[in-house]
């Protein structure tokens, strides 16, 4: 058992990143109180932005008792400041970083643990600070003198007008290069490694190939829009899919989704495949060639794999689509009326009230979900049900899965007012 976990804390509730620990914030008379695993913390007027380090060792949360504000770290707290932003971690977890107000209309600065904090500010975008994926490098957008900077390991890049929102900030894999969206006078371009690239009316997505060696982003001139792929421009459609633009694993190819008119076009390497209503989640295999994605016709949604159209159904999960190890196999939940169930190379399994958690072993040999039946909740392997039942069953949010061993399993289980971490093998 790791913790009390009465309904009411439910909505405060946070699973760290391995699955293993639950954080919730409890009433305490007028006051609040992280809990951690169970071990209930000093209570503090107000507790927000509840927060696991990627490593899941590591937890942090903003507090106030009167009118200041201080982040706690694993129970020890932090500086008071008049407010402060939400914790930031570093991807190795060895790194944390927030956003902190010293008083009413003062300028504002980026406050690293362990470190002196840095320059102060008029604003810092958004509150938002990115780390590269390899943790050596810190990034976040600033104002000062009317005018929008992006800070990188506190050197300035710019000055712009403003900065991108939607767009947010990138590093390659190895840190070496960044890009982000900025406005210039009037127009839009994408700034790289501090080299500014073609003005446009207006940008969207950006992403970078894994290997940090191409970028692409969409951009607009006029009311059309064209991803731009490494300087090189596509095709112009009316619309791109939001979340659609990504490399595949080995960089070598581009995939997203585009509008003309009011029909819907797969892209792949800038050639529009077939129409329609609506095309969704995509998503490459582990293997870089496999591609599948969410196409909808008319009221009806179906997964589409290279090109080729699968069995039509009500819904298809959103972010369900998985892939095995190898890809070789494909699953993903669909919903038909009231019913749910899971689909794995095309079959359809048991059909239950709600299904999540979907994935394939390591070595690709069985698949598991989550299941709920009335008020049960337990697991299915290779659509056999497993013999626990539980009030609930939760993971990771918007996680599949997470496998110990090429057999072994984890998640966390409710059951009768307390949470336990359950452990299983597949065979």
């Not at 391995?18 to 507790?47: C, F, K, L, M, T």
Request: net charge negative; with cysteine.
């Amino acid at each position: 058992m790791l913790a009390p976990f009465p309904p009411e804390v439910y909505d405060s509730a946070v699973v760290s990143p391995d699955g293993r620990r639950i954080a919730y914030i409890q009433q305490a008379d007028a006051r609040q109180a992280a809990v951690i695993d169970g071990n209930r913390e000093q209570a503090y007027d107000r507790i927000v932005a509840l927060t696991f380090s990627p490593n899941s060792q590591w937890y942090a949360y903003a507090a106030s008792s009167g009118d200041k504000w201080r982040l706690v770290v694993n129970g020890r707290e932090q500086p008071a400041y008049f407010r402060v932003g939400r914790p930031a971690f570093s991807p190795n977890s060895r790194r944390l970083a927030y956003v902190a107000l010293p008083a009413e209309d003062a300028p504002v600065t980026v406050v690293e643990v362990t470190q002196s904090p840095g320059k102060s500010y008029e604003q810092i975008f958004e509150g938002r600070i990115v780390f590269s994926p390899d943790s050596r490098r810190m990034a976040y957008g600033a104002r000062a003198g009317g005018k929008w900077y992006l800070v990188v390991d506190g050197q300035e890049i710019g000055p712009y007008d403003f900065l991108g929102s939607a767009s947010g900030i990138h590093f390659s894999a190895d840190g070496a290069r960044v890009a982000f969206a900025a406005l210039v006078g009037t127009k839009w371009c994408v700034v790289v490694d501090g080299q500014q690239q073609k003005m446009y009316d207006n940008l969207a997505d950006i992403t970078v190939s894994p290997d940090g060696s191409r970028l692409a982003y969409a951009a607009m001139t006029g009311d059309r829009w064209q991803v731009i792929v490494d300087g090189q421009p596509h095709e112009a459609f009316d619309g791109i899919g939001e979340g659609t633009l990504q490399f595949s694993t080995d960089g070598a190819t581009l995939a997203y989704a585009a509008r003309a008119g009011q029909k819907w076009h797969p892209v792949v390497d800038g050639m529009p495949g077939e129409p329609y209503d609506g095309v969704g989640e995509m998503r490459f295999a582990p293997n870089g060639h496999t591609l599948a994605y969410v196409a909808k016709t008319g009221v009806a949604e179906m997964v589409v794999v290279d090109g080729h159209p699968g069995k039509t159904f009500d819904e298809i999960g959103g972010g369900t689509l998985v892939f095995s190890a190898g890809g070789r196999q494909l699953g993903y939940v669909a919903r038909v009326g009231r019913a749910a169930f899971a689909v794995v190379d095309g079959v359809r399994q048991h059909r239950y009230d709600m299904v999540g958690y979907l994935n394939f072993t390591p070595d690709g040999r069985h698949h598991v979900y989550a299941a709920t039946e009335g008020a049960e909740a337990f697991t299915v392997i290779d659509d056999r049900e497993a013999t626990h039942r539980y009030d609930g069953i939760w993971n990771v949010p918007e996680a599949k899965f997470l496998f110990d061993s090429r057999a072994k399993f984890h998640y966390l289980g409710i059951r009768e007012g307390k949470i336990y971490l359950v452990e299983e093998e597949a065979e």
